[in-house]
């Protein structure tokens, strides 16, 4: 049955527990991804960001850079219990998203309108957050769990020279997705009223 659009940003949670499998074939996933660039607004329709899909043995070498990299800065005592985090809920998926902003685009907007220069770099962060939660619902809605990683600057220059990315691309999260292996945590809510105010 298809949901309607409140459904599915209702069933959409972050998935700690993943397997490597797929419900939908890797050109769905990439889909996902295509639709997100193409309709997903930005300022001064700026069109920022970037995305790069990383799928089978590609996923699974961004999982062990980033072990290798928490190794050097996480205590010998906890490391062992950080990584078997990385594996179950991050590197056992079946892919992941990294979402970039780029910056020469960035910059080339604050030439152009210094009035605003200040807020270009602010308003690229919201262009990526409106990316972040389209592909996040739209991967949900296809079978997938993912959830919201922030591994950046530990990776940055690994993840730019293995995968040979422009340096104007500035990373700014990874979601790794798979098939649901367990449900999401329980998720508590403030109150509503609490955080709006409405004037009539």
């Known amino acids: ?36 660039l193409k309709h997903i607004p930005s300022a001064f329709n700026s069109q920022s960001t970037r995305l790069v899909l990383l799928l089978h043995e590609h996923h699974a070498a961004l999982w062990k850079m980033v072990k290798r990299r928490l190794r050097a800065v996480v205590p010998e005592e906890t490391f062992a219990r950080t990584a078997e985090k990385v594996d179950r809920s991050f590197a ?3 892919g992941t998203v990294l979402f970039y902003e780029d910056m020469s685009v960035i910059r080339s907007l604050q030439q152009r309108f210094p009035l605003y220069a200040g807020n270009f770099p602010t308003w690229s962060e919201h262009t990526s957050a409106m990316h972040q939660l389209t592909v996040w619902t739209m991967l949900e809605n ?14 940055d220059k690994d ?14 999260a990874q979601m ?15 109150p509503v009223d609490a955080r709006m105010r409405i004037f009539r």
Request: with cysteine.
């Open 176 to 190: 790794p997705f798979g098939l649901p292996a367990a449900a999401p945590p329980e998720k508590t809510f403030e």
């Open 142 to 155: 296809a079978g997938f769990g993912a959830s919201l990683q922030h591994y950046n600057p530990l990776i």
């Open 1 to 36: 049955m298809e949901r309607t659009c409140e459904e599915v940003f209702k069933h959409r949670r972050s998935y700690y527990d993943l397997s490597a499998e797929s419900p939908v074939t890797d050109a769905q996933i990439e889909r996902i991804l295509h639709f997100a």
């Open 159 to 172: 993840v730019r020279i293995q995968w040979r990315l422009p340096e104007e691309w500035r990373l700014i």
């Open 92 to 94: 056992a998926g079946y």
